[in-house]
């Protein structure tokens, strides 16, 4: 079970008083769910994973939340997000985890991406939750403290090559050699918009 932290309690009461927003669906919309699972150690710790390297994968090999795309037997996409983290991370959130809330939902803003939609949730797990990678589609698993991410030495660029052939440089965060930017980015600033607001 999930311990009282008072910081997760701070957390799902700005999100309760903050209805996430949703994009409208087109008939084309991909649903897709990712999970910010944190887990209360000395700083707040967030469960990020390292994609497997697959040529099918626009994100491949990218630094993400867990989560995929929705299923037909996902009864919704808080459904969606708690399967796929367990089937890549091994954290059985359906059984151990709290939710907190939701965030505002996102969509890719390049052209060449699907046309899916991301709706990210909160959820809260136990201090001594451990994450453990399913090879086919996780290289790796990481526990980042919030803390790290804060710092004004993780704020960064990245230079991205684009089809045209221009190199555009876009935000990101970095943790040691790791690089969080694009959707992963956007979900995270959001987030840590609204922690800061609660003082975390």
């Known amino acids: 079970m999930v311990v009282d932290d008072p910081r997760l309690a701070l957390l799902r009461g700005a999100l309760e008083r903050r209805p996430a927003a949703r994009v409208p669906r087109t008939p084309h919309t991909i649903e897709a769910a990712v999970a910010l699972v944190l887990?209360?150690?000395?700083?707040?710790?967030l469960l990020l994973i390292k994609r497997a390297e697959h040529e099918s994968d626009p994100w491949s090999g990218h630094i993400a939340l867990p989560g995929g795309r929705r299923h037909p037997e996902d009864e919704d996409l808080l459904?969606?997000?708690?399967r796929e983290t367990a089937e890549e991370?091994?954290?059985p959130l359906a059984r151990i985890g709290r939710l907190l809330g939701a965030l505002d939902e996102v969509e890719p803003t390049n052209p060449r991406?699907?046309?899916i939609i991301i709706a990210p949730f909160v959820l809260g797990v136990?201090?001594?939750t451990t994450a453990v990678p399913d090879p086919r589609e996780v290289e790796a698993a990481l526990w980042v403290p919030l803390d790290a991410l804060r710092d004004p030495?993780?704020?960064?660029?990245?230079?991205?090559e684009l089809e045209s052939g221009e190199r555009r440089a876009f935000p990101s965060l970095r943790y040691g050699e790791h690089v969080?930017?694009?959707?992963t980015h956007r979900i995270l600033t959001h987030f840590m918009r609204i922690a800061e607001e609660c003082g975390l």
């Open 153 to 160: 030495g993780a704020v960064s660029e990245i230079l991205i």
């Open 89 to 91: 991370t091994a954290v």
């Open 39 to 45: 887990r209360p150690r000395e700083s707040l710790e």
């Open 126 to 128: 136990a201090p001594d």
């Open 113 to 115: 991406l699907p046309p």
């Open 79 to 82: 459904a969606t997000a708690m």
């Open 180 to 183: 969080i930017w694009g959707l």
